[in-house]
């Protein structure tokens, strides 16, 4: 089964409007982190934002916030107030805990297009 | 300024051969990874080393060979058994703390001749 699971291969938004971008994950650890990450057309990738298993507030990093559904295990990624540069594959990630907790699984990713 | 290296940028292989791509970190991190990533896709895990002198597979390392003699260096070598390497590589550090994330580098581009 897939750790990260990604549905929308492909967004178009306009810019100045605000999208979300889906994430579901699998796991039964307790523990476990999430994270959203930006890699523009240029290859590297970018660190977002993060939410822990155990935080119980939404976490948000300027333009960003990640809205973190347990019951439904679901960390999608919210962009308020798009911009042009914002165009760009994204991905969601998931570390779980115990020994391997330095391992992190990655989904299939969402290109973003920011429309002018 | 800290950070991580990749060389080189491009890489071109002939049939046959072995190559080494190059991953330094200057960031003091005990955690090291390689992923590759092709056209369109997302990142899958070769392998990672949470520590000098252990690595573990990831969920393609076949064709792949990996050593973690120093902190901070984490060499790949892309054998010939590799059948089908070309793809974007990327090297990725972590400090610990689970709520640490990744730091990349910029990538190494392979390519068959």
């Known amino acids: 089964a897939q750790k990260i699971t990604q549905t929308q291969p492909g967004m178009f938004v306009q810019e100045k409007e605000a999208v979300t971008l889906d994430c579901t994950y699998d796991?039964?650890?307790?523990?476990?982190?999430l994270f959203w990450y930006k890699q523009p057309s240029s290859g590297e990738m970018i660190f977002l934002i993060y939410q822990g298993s155990y935080d119980e507030q939404n976490a948000t990093e300027g333009r960003y916030s990640l809205n973190f559904q347990k019951a439904r295990k679901s960390a999608n990624l919210v962009i308020s107030a798009s911009q042009l540069g914002d165009s760009a594959m994204y991905f969601c990630a998931m570390r779980e805990g115990g020994y391997n907790f330095n391992k992190f699984y990655f989904g299939s990713g969402t290109k973003l297009n920011v429309k002018p | 300024d800290g950070g991580i290296t990749q060389s080189p940028k491009y890489l071109f292989r002939k049939e046959g051969q072995n190559v080494t791509l190059s991953c330094e970190q200057n960031?003091?991190?005990?955690?090291m990874y390689w992923y590759r990533q092709d056209p369109g896709q997302g990142l899958r895990l070769i392998y990672y080393s949470q520590i000098v002198n252990d690595f573990q597979k990831g969920d393609i390392a076949e064709g792949y060979s990996v050593s973690r003699e120093k902190k901070e260096s984490f060499p790949l070598t892309v054998t010939s058994a590799q059948k089908n390497p070309t793809a974007f590589y990327l090297c990725a550090s972590k400090t610990g703390g689970g709520n640490q994330p990744q730091h990349f580098g910029d990538g190494t581009r392979l390519s068959i001749l």
């Open positions: 796991t039964s650890d307790q523990s476990y982190g």
């Open positions: 960031l003091n991190h005990d955690a």
